[in-house]
């Protein structure tokens, strides 16, 4: 063997990738590379994921447009979280739950909330936690109804019965301050009106709410001192204007139709109104009939409240009414007419001074195919 085969032989092996003692092998210095990457990576990769979690939770910039978001009875967190992510309040409606987990934060009150798009979570958090605007049902009580189907009308609120409504009204514990002694009922002593009836308001509550709004409107309008004139008191002159509510179709016949009432009144002459008649045979139990019919059998029923065969003002309102009702009781147009009788399609009634001229309205009515 040559030197210079000795040279070529060691020249091969450190070609080879092996080394003496001076020379270290380095597949240490490989693994410690590949943990030192990996490591980088890491921290990119968890520094994108903290950014992104972080503009998630505190979005950049100001917040959005306040929007209005309703929360309902009942909502679950997930449920919360939804109703946020669809109104773009926030961006990530799992997110915000776990958020809230981590927080502790339980479910928040129903109610409606006016928050901004785009918004940090703490600061829909805190929105949320000072609890909604409250949430009411809306009760709309329309002129011409009685007590039972007022309380038909509470009793369809949600957690509201019907039958203790109308037991709180009919128990005499409730009264109103134009209520006569020895006056029991408060028939016509509910205040038609549009109520916003919260949460927490009971049948009670709501009763002396009606109640209240009545005794103010009332006492506004004038009931408390009917003009002399008219020879009523505050209480008949409430009867006076239910009777007006449930026979007037239009306001301009309401003046009128209250000074037909005190023409016969004065006169001695029956009333003989339909109207009364309906109420004396609904309190017998009986059935409305479709339109609101009376048959000539009706005409006979023996009751206070049939003014076909009893004189004078029935004992009690026998219908809420409105202002307008209530105004007209109190200033009657003056006029001569002692009957009156529907004549338009719209409701628009004729008035007359003598039974030929009101028999010509009839059928004067009947000839236009108006049914009086």
């Known amino acids: 063997m040559t030197t210079t085969d000795l040279y070529d032989d060691e020249t091969s092996d450190e070609g080879h990738g092996y080394y003496d003692d001076d020379h270290r092998p380095r597949r240490g210095s490989r693994l410690v590379r590949a943990v030192v990457i990996a490591l980088v990576l890491a921290l990119l990769v968890g520094g994108l994921g903290a950014v992104w979690l972080q503009r998630k939770i505190d979005p950049p910039g100001s917040p959005g447009a306040l929007v209005t978001v309703t929360i309902p009875k009942g909502s679950s967190t997930a449920r919360i979280a939804a109703i946020l992510d669809s109104k773009t309040v926030i961006s990530n409606a799992t997110l915000f739950r776990y958020y809230m987990r981590v927080k502790g934060e339980a479910p928040f009150e129903a109610g409606i909330y006016r928050l901004h798009r785009n918004d940090d979570f703490n600061s829909v958090i805190a929105t949320l936690r000072k609890g909604g605007e409250v949430q009411y049902d809306r009760l709309t009580i329309p002129e011409g109804k009685t007590i039972k189907q007022i309380a038909a009308l509470v009793g369809a609120l949600p957690g509201r019965s019907s039958a203790t409504f109308l037991q709180l009204a009919q128990s005499g514990r409730f009264r109103s301050q134009f209520e006569p002694a020895g006056v029991n009922n408060l028939e016509g002593m509910l205040f038609p009106d549009t109520y916003n009836i919260g949460a927490k308001d009971t049948e009670q509550v709501i009763l002396e709410r009606m109640l209240h709004l009545f005794d103010q409107r009332a006492a506004q309008i004038g009931v408390t001192t009917p003009d002399a ?98 105004d007209a009781a109190l200033h009657p147009e003056a006029g001569p007419w002692l009957y009156y009788v529907k004549f338009q399609a719209d409701g628009t009634h004729a008035f007359a001074t003598t039974l030929a001229e009101h028999n010509r309205n009839i059928a004067d009515a009947k000839r236009r195919g108006v049914n009086p």
Do not use: C, W
């Open 229 to 326: 004139r008219l020879h009523v008191t505050p209480y008949q002159a409430l009867v006076v204007a239910s009777l007006v509510e449930t026979e007037s179709k239009v306001d301009a016949d309401r003046a009128k139709i209250a000074q037909v009432i005190y023409n016969r009144m004065a006169k001695g002459m029956p009333l003989q109104i339909d109207a009364t008649v309906l109420y004396a045979r609904e309190a017998t139990g009986a059935a409305r009939r479709p339109g609101g019919r009376v048959l000539f059998s009706d005409l006979k029923l023996q009751s206070p409240y049939n003014t076909y065969v009893v004189k004078g003002l029935p004992p009690t309102p026998i219908a809420g009414f409105g202002a307008a009702s209530l």
